[in-house]
Structures are given as structure tokens and as C-alpha cells.
């Protein structure tokens, strides 16, 4: 619903981004309207996400880094990837819980041969910059994503 659309070509040629599309298949078990981005940053740090226009105006996002997700921007979320250990969740929830920021729904997944998993938090406020950047700095914490709340 941004009134900006149809100008995207210049505003981003205006900001210095660079760009390209390419077709690629990724495969039947996606929804027809998904699209795969892989952003990169002036740091050179890069994102790979997919997602998809549900219709309605909905989106969806169903992979962040190869890591499977559910996410549909109504709430703001945290992804980590990290080193599978006793604590890790309670620490985090912790952290969240001690700022009060509510966890509205909470979903791990573990790779069983290396030992790395990945938890996906949806809140129901934002989180804090510092928050973010407390949890990031945690001790077998790989690597953390925060999603604003898009819709």
C-alpha cells in the first residue's frame, strides 16, 4: 500500500542501491507468488529471505537463512541461530521478560547432526535496540535477526 511503488527503480537508484532480478525455481512446495531476496549490506553482511503475497494485502515470510519461518509482520520478531545447550531459551526469555516484552508465540528448530538450532520469538511489542543488541552479544549466540512489526 506504499504510494511510492511504482517510483522504486528511482528512489532506489536515488539512495544508491543496486539491483537485479532474476528467475529462479523454487520449486513446487512454495506458494505461487513467493519471491527469494539476497540483500547484502554496505558492511557486506547478507540476508537471504523468501516470502510470499498471500493476497489481501498479506505477506508472508517462510525462510530467513535457510532456516524455515511463519512470519507474518504483524509482530515484531527475533531469530537466532546458536550453539543448542541447556539455558540458552531461558536466558532469552529472561532478558524479554525482566524488559517486559511479552513472547506471543515461541518455535525452535535443531539440527540434530551439528548441533545448531534456531528459535524464532514473536512479541507483542517491540524490542529495544539495547535488548536486541544484549541478546545478539550472548554467550553461543551465532547470529540474530529482529523483524519490525511491517503491518
Not at 23 to 43: C, E, M, R
Not at 54 to 75: F, R
Not at 86 to 104: E, T, W
Not at 122 to 129: A, G, I, M, Y
Request: aromatic share 4%.
Amino acid at each position: 500500500d506504499d504510494a511510492r511503488i511504482p517510483q522504486a527503480k528511482e528512489l532506489a537508484a536515488e539512495a544508491g542501491m543496486k539491483y537485479e532480478f532474476c528467475k529462479k525455481n523454487l520449486g513446487s512446495a512454495v506458494h505461487p507468488n513467493s519471491v527469494q531476496f539476497i540483500l547484502t549490506g554496505k558492511s557486506g553482511a547478507t540476508i537471504e529471505l523468501t516470502g510470499c503475497s498471500i493476497g489481501g494485502g498479506q505477506i508472508k515470510i517462510t525462510n530467513i537463512d535457510g532456516m524455515d519461518v511463519e512470519i507474518t509482520g504483524k509482530l515484531p520478531a527475533l531469530v537466532t541461530t546458536h550453539k543448542d545447550r541447556p539455558g540458552v531459551i531461558n536466558m532469552i526469555s529472561g532478558i524479554l521478560a525482566y524488559n517486559n516484552i511479552n513472547i506471543a508465540n515461541m518455535i525452535l528448530f535443531r539440527d540434530d547432526l551439528t548441533g545448531v538450532a534456531s528459535l524464532l520469538i514473536e512479541c507483542d511489542n517491540e524490542v529495544p535496540h539495547n535488548i536486541v543488541e544484549m541478546i545478539s552479544n550472548m554467550d553461543g549466540i551465532s547470529k540474530l535477526r529482529f523483524i519490525k512489526k511491517i503491518m
